[in-house]
RNA sequence: GGGCACGUAGCUCAGCGGGAGAGCACUACCUUGACAUGGUAGGGGUCACAGGUUCGAUCCCUGUCGUGCCCA
């Protein structure tokens, strides 16, 4: 790194390079330990947690994480700012099914032996090599974006103190009886061979097919040309029909009334069937008649509840028909039928569907098919078709963890940001199932469940205690000895076979619900947990907020009796520029890594934050980004300036006092900013505050007070110049400061670079006063700071500059006239097409005294930025000069004989134009009398003083044309 | 079918009861001593449509059309 390092300083490198910055800051920031919580000089200031969204240790980083994790970053370097203890605590999941997969896969691509024949132990040791080699990808790509944790505290959803806390909730839960085991449908993926939860299956429209079949009646000779000798059901899934134990009819369904109570033969299979009247059946629907499959079908499970039907499953766990020795399906079923059984065994569902159909068409059964397009259930991790099955799972009794949730969401405790999710959020919670729990899978918090010889379930935190339990259980009941109970419990080969534990891990998202407080070191009670919990803020995507909001909420409430957090800000999904999800498969992914690559991880940061607008998705165009790169390249040009002019915030130096003008307006104009910045980010406004500091940088700092300020800059050495500089290098620190939270890397960057510091940036003290702390606070602070020698000093110092207070109206006046007078000489000189290279004189004609003042002082910067050769005074603008209407005064441009008279005339009539329309609209307000009595009196007032104004203008113009007619 | 958003400049988006804004793109001019990753000026919109409330509606309400998402 070639630095040129002054004797002071180090000098600003000429170029912004992001790339060498970004690498540079990163280990600034590692080595100074600058994001660790519970720093000694922080120990009395009060805590911001955030607790990141775990992302999958599978993961790379996406376009989602980078929004999500740059504004939690924004909140968490704001607030450390503010001077708060942040703990901004990381972590991975091990997203149980996509971790697993992620491994199977690479086995079979190195042609290795599978998961099953590799055997448990032997997978999981691999699992666990595959995390430590590739689990940091993720980590590294956070902290490429700038992202701010504590990563010395960084967890893992299956580290051990996590697998304890994971442990301990499920056997609490299971002892309150709020964890239970049940048989009943559950969503199959016969894919992974795995059951998932509801959210966990995707409904995907699918173009299919409605068959009806003649189901023929019993006591009937069935046939085809006869509809009294059959009923017609209709079905999207033909092959399921093995398994069909009802045909269900509507009550008030006239045609099939006296069918009710009957009794059909079901075709191929020749079970005697009953017909049933339930509402589930829909008239309109096909042909008004179903087939019921209790053991296939979410809804037909409920009718068959209703009607007391049998359930017989025909389907095994990978799909297939199972029908030999299949004792269900065999029942009562007439010879010749196991010669069918054998036929369709093992075959698989969706080739049983075509020859099945095919079988029931040769004799008869099938009236039509139709065309069907319906929503069919994904597995949203493997992509296949969802079978509905019948198997023992556990489950968690959600309805009754949802309560306390919903209850502290309805009273405030924690607030949505937008609120609108608190609807979906009530919407779900109010109608939530029971949770299934347990995967069929290997990776993953294996479920602290022992099973007897009969059946019988012990559940406890550690092998030892259940062997116990249920050795003591079995010995009561007599079916072991004591002694052999003995035996067994010293030597597990001795008791295997008899005393077995649950194969089955749970669900990722339990141990993501703990996430709040099991990184915090709980179930035991550790000072972080007093301290830390609960966290502040949850950053996260609507997507989630079933799968882990939610979850949290529950699990928070019920261990810790706390909400896990009082503000979840919900942010918005990044999509393409079209407006598209992002996805692998459609190809239109932008990588953050690419974009943070070519353009900084600023330029990113700062491009998500200014389009982070509440309640609205974010279709993220390159060009935002590069448009945001040039604006820290403009920053980091400004700060050139104020180097190359020497300038520097002498000790001492107090900018409320200053003499100057200039410098008094943008003390103003940074306070102001100031102002608007902290409130957007206090309110989760992330693009109102992104766009507050911009403007102010680039069309307040840049644009105008730099450039006002280079005569005095450039010219001879004066207390004023001092000031002047003084007051450059001031702001820019202001700016700085206010950015960083945005853009991290380059200010931190510009920070060390441009003056002689105390500190890091990241750690420098916001420029406004935050919020003292509440009695209860400074209470839990006593209790949680820990040992202390001494008094340790307040966090956040008043800085020399009282942002909150500071304003000055006349110097804004002052400057608002400059600028207005440039720009508007800048517009005309344009449009009259006068080349850059010739000056023109300035007549301010009939100017007042304060006008006669204020000039002189500014002739030399507005002569400059105006391309003015001199400025003088008259009663009245000169013949034939183009006259500019200045916040009311005349600013003639003597341009006889350069001017195009028709030209100017044009300009002016169309000014004059403008000028009636204004008095047109306001006289029809003021004529209106519902207005004037009915609006607001400031509106009315406004109205009156517009119409004033534009009655000025209009004669100010119309004196204009008449000179201008003397001139021609 | 139920619910939630959203239709504002060519594009990507702010705004949201009192005279339409930004960035990018576009046009013209400018290599002036921080910056061409720049400067100056400019063009461009019946704020989807139709009703209603109001002194006043891009903004609030209702409906229509269109788009997207979530849940059945």
Not at 443 to 466: C, L, M
Not at 602 to 614: E, G, P, V
Not at 770 to 790: F, R, S
Not at 844 to 855: C, D, F, I, V
Request: net charge negative; aromatic share 10%.
């Amino acid at each position: 790194m070639n630095r040129a390092r002054g004797f002071l300083h180090p000098m600003i490198e000429k170029n912004y390079q992001p790339a060498d910055i970004e690498a540079r800051m990163s280990v600034v920031w590692e080595d100074s330990l600058a994001f660790k919580a519970g720093r000694p000089d922080r120990r009395d200031a009060v805590p911001f947690t955030i607790v990141i969204p775990p992302p999958n240790v599978t993961g790379s980083l996406h376009m989602g994480h980078a929004l999500n994790n740059t504004l939690q970053d924004i909140l968490c370097r704001f607030e450390r700012m503010r001077g708060r203890d942040v703990l901004w605590q990381p972590g991975t999941d091990h997203a149980g099914i996509a971790t697993q997969m992620v491994v199977e896969r690479q086995l079979m691509e190195r042609q290795q032996p599978g998961r099953r024949e590799m055997g448990r132990a032997k997978f999981l040791e691999r699992v666990w090599q595959w995390k430590a080699e590739s689990g940091d990808t993720i980590i590294n790509q956070l902290k490429r974006l700038g992202a701010s944790c504590d990563w010395s505290r960084e967890r893992f959803t299956m580290d051990e103190g996590l697998s304890k806390a994971v442990v301990k909730v499920f056997v609490e839960l299971h002892r309150e009886g709020l964890i239970y085991k049940d048989k009943r449908l559950v969503n199959w993926d016969t894919k992974l061979l795995t059951a998932i939860s509801d959210l966990e299956v995707q409904q995907l429209e699918v173009k299919g097919h409605l068959w009806y079949l003649r189901y023929p009646i019993e006591g009937k000779t069935f046939s085809p040309d006869d509809p009294s000798s059959f009923i017609v059901v209709a079905t999207t899934r033909p092959e399921t029909m093995l398994g069909d134990t009802g045909v269900a009819v509507h009550p008030d369904d006239e045609r099939y009334q006296k069918l009710v109570g009957r009794n059909v033969i079901l075709p191929l299979v020749g079970r005697k069937i009953k017909i049933v009247a339930d509402d589930y059946s829909d008239p309109e629907k096909g042909s008004g008649a179903v087939k019921i499959t209790p053991a296939h079908d979410f809804n037909d499970f409920e009718v068959g509840n209703r009607h007391g039907l049998a359930r017989i499953s025909v389907i095994d766990r990978e799909g297939c028909l199972d029908l030999v020795d299949n004792e269900d399906y065999l029942r009562d079923l007439p010879e010749g039928a196991s010669q069918f059984a054998e036929e369709f065994h093992k075959v698989d569902r969706f080739a049983a569907r075509k020859r099945i159909v095919e079988r029931l068409e040769s004799f008869g059964f099938v009236e039509r098919i139709e065309p069907h397009t319906h929503m069919v259930p994904h597995g949203d991790r493997s992509n296949s078709v969802i079978e509905p099955y019948l198997t023992d799972q556990w489950y968690v009794d959600a309805k009754t963890l949802a309560r306390p949730a919903i209850a502290a969401v309805r009273s405030g405790e924690t607030t949505f940001v937008p609120k609108n999710w608190e609807k979906t959020y009530f919407e779900w919670m109010e109608n939530i199932q029971p949770w299934c729990i347990s995967r069929q899978l290997w990776w993953g918090h294996q479920i602290p469940a022992w099973y007897g010889p009969d059946g019988k379930v012990f559940v406890a935190e550690t092998e030892e205690e259940a062997v116990s339990h249920a050795l003591g259980y079995y010995v009561e009941q007599e079916v072991i000895t004591p002694e052999q109970g003995r035996e067994m419990a010293l030597d597990r080969n001795k008791r295997e076979g008899f005393i077995t534990r649950d194969e089955d891990v749970l669900d990722t998202w339990f141990s993501s619900a703990l996430w709040p407080f099991s990184t915090l070191g709980w179930p035991d009670e550790t000072p972080e947990v007093q301290r830390y919990y609960p966290t502040n803020a949850l950053v996260t995507g609507f997507d989630i907020i079933f799968f882990w909001v939610a979850r949290m909420m529950m699990m928070g409430l019920h261990f810790m009796k706390e909400v896990p957090f009082s503000t979840v800000y919900i942010h918005a999904l990044v999509r393409d520029e079209k407006g598209a999800k992002m996805s692998k498969s459609k190809g239109n992914v932008i990588d953050p890594l690419n974009l943070i690559d070519e353009y900084g991880a600023d330029a990113l940061r700062f491009t998500l934050a200014a389009m982070a607008a509440q309640g609205r998705d974010i279709k993220l165009a390159t060009s935002r980004v590069e448009g945001y790169r040039n604006f820290a390249t403009k920053l980091w040009n400004a700060c050139r300036f104020a180097e190359m002019n020497h300038c520097a915030v002498p000790d001492g130096f107090e900018p409320a006092k200053a003499k100057e003008t200039l410098n008094r307006w943008i003390a103003h104009e940074t306070a102001h900013t100031t102002r608007e910045v902290t409130e957007a980010i206090e309110a989760y406004r992330f693009n109102d505050a992104a766009g507050s500091i911009y403007r102010f940088v680039w069309n307040v700092y840049c644009d105008w007070y730099v450039e006002l300020a280079k005569p005095v800059l450039l010219g001879p050495d004066s207390p004023a110049k001092d000031e002047t500089r003084a007051m450059v290098a001031w702001a820019r620190d202001e700016i700085l400061k206010l950015l960083h939270p945005f853009m991290p890397f380059i200010t931190e960057e510009l920070w060390e670079v441009t003056a002689r510091r105390d500190g890091l940036l990241a750690l420098a003290p916001w420029p406004l006063k935050p919020a003292e702390p509440t009695p209860e606070q400074i209470a839990m602070l006593a209790a949680t700071a820990g040992p202390t020698d001494a008094l340790v000093s307040p966090v956040w110092v008043l800085p020399i500059f009282d942002h909150a207070d500071f304003t000055d109206p006349a110097a804004e006046a002052e400057i608002g006239w400059v600028i207005d007078l440039i720009t508007q000489i800048r517009s005309v000189r344009a449009e009259m097409n006068i080349p850059p290279a010739t000056l023109t004189a300035l007549v301010l004609a009939g100017a007042s005294a304060e006008t006669k003042e204020r000039a002189p002082r500014w002739a030399d910067v507005i002569k400059r930025m105006a391309r003015l050769s001199e400025i003088s005074f008259a009663d009245r603008a000169p013949d034939g000069a183009v006259q500019l209407l200045v916040r009311g005064e005349v600013a003639a441009l003597p341009l006889k004989g350069v001017i195009d008279v028709a030209a100017e005339r044009t300009r002016l009539d169309k000014e004059i134009g403008k000028a009636d329309a204004d008095i047109k609209r306001a006289d029809s307000k003021l004529a209106n009398e519902k207005f004037v009595a009915n609006a607001a009196e400031e509106v009315v007032e406004e109205e009156r003083e517009k119409r004033e104004a534009a009655l000025a203008r209009k004669a100010k113009l119309l004196e204009a044309v008449e000179r201008l007619k003397q001139a021609s």
